[in-house]
């Protein structure tokens, strides 16, 4: 069966990835059972880590769609992070600003967290399709605006400046707020709101006309317009998309586990979808799983660096070598066929 096929070698490049970060670990003098073992007990040794791994696998669920999405039109979207910022900031924004319905008012905070996200895809979206831009340059200079914009909104004497000892917004209306799964865990319904956006993800991809335009204007865009199918448009269309889905991406993390916009509250979730997104091969069901493995790596480190059995450093090694490992094929299989066009 063809998902075997594409398991197989990502599962092979992981228990690869995993028996280097045992040698890199031996080598340093640290115990490999030890660190290993609080690896597997921090992402899944009881309800709350397993809590943990999905609350981090969260935003990254968003970022890989984001990632995908563009990726399957032949673009590389490098700027979900600073996507991701503009969409947590505005949902938080709306969160604390309109007094709304318990139902309604996570709905138009999502909303305003798309739009946000949208806006900022949609700009290097036009600019591919009508001037030629690079998209990779293009997304990350506008990531490091958002990034440093919001900053700005939050720091004392900026116009959202919350609180006196964090740069930060206001709290967010309880009634905006999602729902919790356990108490004392961060663990909230945006993990069920990134599962729902992935199956939509994945019928639109392919199961619409535009998903099938999107998928051909990926794999050959001269063919797709000969064929009549609008090249501008479509790469427009999935940048602008890619950006709402890393807006909802900060919107959910605002919602269910801040309940405030934090100033620099993203350890690197907009980077982490680029692996997620290549991890799954581009496909949004496949999204789930690589992100339940990213926010496993995540909330295993950190239980490393608790339990004191070897420095953060060493735990974000191991990390890398899964992501490395499971997505340099990935990776040079892309870069291929940039040079073949």
């Not at 591919?128 to 004392?156: H, Q």
Request: proline share 5%.
């Amino acid at each position: 069966m063809r998902w075997i096929k594409e398991i197989g070698p990502v599962a092979g490049a992981i228990i690869l990835a995993l028996a280097v970060g045992a040698i890199v670990t031996a080598l340093t003098g640290y115990s490999v059972p030890q660190v290993f073992k609080y690896l597997a007990i921090g992402a899944f040794g009881g309800r709350y880590q397993l809590a943990q791994t999905l609350t981090q696998a969260t935003p990254i669920l968003f970022t890989s769609l984001s990632f995908l999405i563009a990726f399957r039109a032949g673009l590389f979207n490098i700027g979900a992070e600073g996507q991701l910022y503009l969409g947590a900031f505005f949902a938080a924004w709306a969160g604390f600003t309109f007094n709304l319905p318990p139902v309604i008012h996570p709905v138009v905070c999502l909303l305003f967290g798309a739009i946000a996200g949208a806006v900022w895809g949609f700009i290097p979206g036009w600019l591919r399709a009508k001037r030629g831009a690079n998209e990779f340059v293009t997304t990350m200079m506008l990531s490091y605006v958002a990034i440093n914009l919001t900053s700005w909104l939050v720091a004392p004497g900026g116009p959202f400046h919350g609180t006196q000892w964090a740069n930060q917004t206001v709290r967010v209306l309880t009634s905006a707020q999602f729902p919790r799964f356990l108490r004392g865990a961060q663990l909230s319904w945006g993990i069920v709101v990134g599962v729902l956006i992935a199956f939509v993800v994945w019928y639109l991809l392919f199961r619409t006309p535009r998903g099938y335009e999107l998928r051909a204007v990926g794999q050959n865009p001269l063919a797709a317009e000969y064929g009549g199918i609008n090249v501008p448009r479509n790469l427009i269309l999935a940048l602008t998309l890619a950006g709402a889905l890393a807006g909802l991406g900060g919107a959910a993390e605002i919602l269910g586990t801040h309940r405030r916009f934090i100033e620099l509250f993203s350890p690197g979730y907009g980077w982490d979808g680029i692996a997620g997104g290549l991890i799954a091969r581009a496909h949004p069901l496949g999204a789930i799983l690589a992100a339940v493995l990213m926010g496993a790596l995540r909330a295993g480190g950190q239980a490393i660096d608790r339990a004191g059995v070897a420095p953060t450093d060493l735990a974000a090694v191991i990390q890398g070598l899964v992501i490395l490992f499971v997505v340099a094929p990935e990776l040079i299989r892309y870069f291929q066929r940039l040079v073949r066009r």
